[in-house]
Structure formats: C-alpha cells, structure tokens
T-cell receptor, first 115, second 110 residues
Framework: ETGVTQTPRHLVMGMTNKKSLKCEQH?????MYWYKQSAKKPLELMFV???????ENNSVPSRFSPECPNSSHLFLHLHTLQPEDSALYLC??????????????FGEGSRLTVL | DAKTTQPPSMDCAEGRAANLPCNHS???????VYWYRQIHSQGPQYIIH???NNETNEMASLIITEDRKSSTLILPHATLRDTAVYYC???????????FGKGTRLHILP
C-alpha cells in the first residue's frame, strides 16, 4: 500500500468514448502528478499540480484534460483518444512540488487500451 | 531528456551484491542523484538519493564518485524480489521535474 490509489486499474475504451481516470492520495501531500508509460518508452511527465493549481503541462494533447478539485484527488479526463494513447497512466504525489527529498509516491497505475 | 546513462540490462545471482552503474557526466554542482525502481506492473518506488556523500538506507547504498560524474547503486544481498527496472535520475533540488530515462533492467538469477 503506497498511499496513492488509482482507479480503474484497467480500462478499455473506444475512440469516441469519454472516460476518466481517478487518483487519490492519503499522504497529506500538496503536489500531484500524471505520468504516461508507453510500451518500451520511458515514463513521460504529463501534468503537475501544486495545491490544486496546474504548474506544468508538457505539451499534452487537449484530448487529455486533468482536474484537481483538491489536494487529495486528481483526475485525468479522456476524450476521443487514439490507439497510440494506449499506455499505463501513473499518478504520483509528493510533499511539495519543490520537495527537498524529491521522493515521489506512485500509484499502481491505470492500464488504458484504446480500440 | 534524461541526463543519465545506464546499461540496458544486468544479471546478478541471488544473494550476491548487485552493483548498478550510472553515468551523469554533465551533472551540475547543485543537482542530486536519485534512484527509483519499477517492479513489473507496479508504479516506480523511491530507493535513495544523494548529493556528494555516499548514502545508505535499509534498501540500498549509493556511492557517488568524487567528481560526481558517475554513481553506483548497491543492493547488498539481492533477492528475486529485486528483479525490476532501476532508474538513475539527476534532479535539481527544488525543481518540479523528475525525468525518467530507460533505466537498467536487473534480473536476479536463482
């Protein structure tokens, strides 16, 4: 149990569907992150939130829409995705964005398949 | 881009020390070296980090060369559960980005 919970663990969706990935952290952290891990590629940082405010958006297509309603919850809304968006989506949290320890706590990930 | 270079894969016998190298020749004076690992189908897990001095915790030891251009992560007594991809990351302290490279796939052999 890492303290970061992601749901669903697996998701299959068509290209015209709208779905959402959810992340919840029980660690009292102020920063949350979305990473994407495609097959045989390094983890890619997608979004960074600090105290519910987006501080980083790494040129992610608009079909991915993050939402951070409070410091414990982070969503990734998915709309009109492409098959190449199939990947493992990982959520992480840290004490603060500029944390001295640099320690990220990751969830187990949501495995997304786009048909 | 990741600022580190790691071998793509390594083998280690169970019970032996696993020594994972990392080159970071362009590291600047205020950048830290971090190590994470990712066991199959799980999220990455923080292992250890350091700046100049060698560090040790319950999971591993980190040896950083005097010129700081390379480092070695040591798992003192590797077990089958240590089979994972190990990532060496250089991060500017108080920077908001942790950039992962391809890492080293460590196979622990029974």
């Amino acid at each position: 149990e890492t303290g970061v919970t992601q749901t669903p663990r697996h998701l299959v969706m068509g290209m015209t569907n709208k779905k959402s990935l959810k992340c919840e952290q029980h660690l009292g952290h102020n920063a949350m992150y979305w990473y994407k891990q495609s097959a045989k590629k390094p983890l890619e940082l997608m979004f960074v939130y600090s105290l519910e405010e987006r501080v980083e958006n790494n040129s992610v297509p608009s079909r991915f829409s993050p939402e951070c309603p409070n410091s414990s919850h982070l969503f990734l809304h998915l709309h009109t995705l492409q098959p190449e968006d199939s990947a493992l989506y990982l959520c992480a949290s840290s004490q603060d964005v500029a944390s001295n320890t640099g320690e990220l706590f990751f969830g187990e990930g949501s495995r997304l398949t786009v048909l | 881009d990741a600022k580190t270079t790691q071998p793509p894969s390594m083998d280690c016998a169970e019970g032996r020390a696993a020594n994972l190298p990392c080159n970071h020749s362009t590291i600047s004076g205020n950048e830290y070296v971090y190590w994470y690992r990712q066991i199959h189908s799980q999220g990455p897990q923080y292992i250890i980090h350091g700046l100049k001095n060698n560090e040790t915790n319950e999971m591993a030891s980190l040896i950083i060369t005097e010129d700081r251009k390379s480092s070695t992560l040591i798992l003192p007594h590797a077990t089958l559960r240590d089979t994972a991809v190990y990532y060496c990351i250089v991060r500017l302290n108080r920077d908001d980005k942790i950039i992962f490279g391809k890492g080293t796939r460590l196979h622990i052999l029974p």
